[in-house]
């Protein structure tokens, strides 16, 4: 079932900017491994993500109560275990054994594959509470959609008058949505939220000369985290640049960089309000992240 969107309005950049002095931040990285990367943070505090081992294979993890854990779907040669919600569900991406692109959902032990019907790659990108997968697929014409996978149907998702579309994450509800977009108007990555199936409001962070935003997490506050990146033309948004991570919440951006990093992204946040994602040191070296805001008790 395809769920077409009539509307969309812009969500001028207004808001106030803000920093954030107010986290604890804590290094992640799974053991003797050469870089990671927390990707969701759940109720519980538990956390998941990707690390690469020393033979530069990538695997999923779950950190739980201090302990590590290596997730991997069997036969698979690469997994990122990259969302997981409060009863412990897991959805991310594999890599077949011909480097081939499929999503994946770890429920009650037990390992699904997820492709989307017709699509030529299929990557998981989050999961909720109420166990509603998240992420994109590619047609073969190569035209790249979002979707949102409940109850065992598959629905696409698409920004009206977008070239491409991703779906990052969905609330409980599987109605309201974040992800981002390449728009046809300016060829550059927008941010948006989906209130309604026709409701989509475009996001920028503050201040940015060329639009280059991707939220990555919407919790049940409605709190968004996500990366943007200062570039100079469009194509820079899409060769690497340097990112920031950010916190969008109730209507104000908050700039998120580890300290003394060169690189960060924000990938989760739960309700409570602790953000985990990605660092790059100044050696070169990728961590995973946590921030927990210094007023949590």
Same mark, same amino acid.
């Given at each position: 079932m395809q769920q077409i969107a009539k509307r969309f309005v812009f969500c001028l950049t207004l808001s106030s900017l803000l920093f954030a002095a107010d986290y604890r931040f804590v290094s992640i990285d799974f053991p003797n491994s050469i870089a990671t990367t927390a990707g969701s943070v759940n109720a519980r505090g538990d956390i998941s993500g990707l690390y690469f081992d020393a033979n530069g294979v990538g695997h999923g993890f779950r950190l739980s109560k201090g302990v590590?854990?290596?997730?991997?779907? @069997?036969g698979s040669s690469f997994t990122s275990a990259r969302?997981? *919600?409060a009863r412990g569900d897991i959805a991310g991406r594999i890599h077949d054994a011909n480097g081939n692109d499929h999503g994946f959902l770890l429920h009650d032990g037990h390992f699904n594959q997820?492709? !989307? @019907?017709?699509?030529?790659?299929?990557?998981g990108r989050g999961i909720n509470n109420a166990g509603d997968v998240?992420? *994109?697929?590619?047609?073969?014409?190569g035209t790249e959609s979002g979707f949102i996978l409940k109850n065992g149907t598959f629905y696409n998702v698409r920004v009206p008058h977008s070239l491409s579309t991703d779906v990052w994450m969905a609330e409980d509800n599987g109605r309201v949505m974040a992800g981002d977009a390449v728009m046809a108007f300016d060829?550059?990555?927008?941010? !948006?939220?989906?209130?309604? @199936? *026709?409701?989509?409001?475009?996001?920028?962070f503050p201040g940015l000369s060329v @639009?280059?935003?991707g939220p990555r997490w919407i919790n049940e506050r409605g709190d968004i985290v996500g990366l943007f990146a200062r570039v100079n033309t469009i194509d820079d948004c899409f060769a690497g640049p340097e990112l920031h991570g950010f916190l969008l919440q109730r209507g104000k951006y908050i700039a998120i960089d580890?300290?003394?990093?060169?690189?960060t992204s924000a990938l989760g946040i739960n309700d409570d309000g602790t953000i985990v994602g990605g660092y790059t040191d100044k050696q070169g070296v990728d961590h995973g992240f946590k921030a927990v805001p210094k007023d949590t008790r």
């Open positions: 590590f854990s290596t997730i991997d779907f @069997p969302a997981m *919600n997820i492709d !989307y @019907p017709g699509a030529t790659a299929t990557v998240t992420g *994109n697929h590619v047609d073969s014409a060829r550059a990555l927008h941010g !948006y939220v989906r209130k309604q @199936p *026709n409701d989509f409001q475009l996001i920028d @639009p280059c935003t580890f300290p003394g990093s060169t690189n």
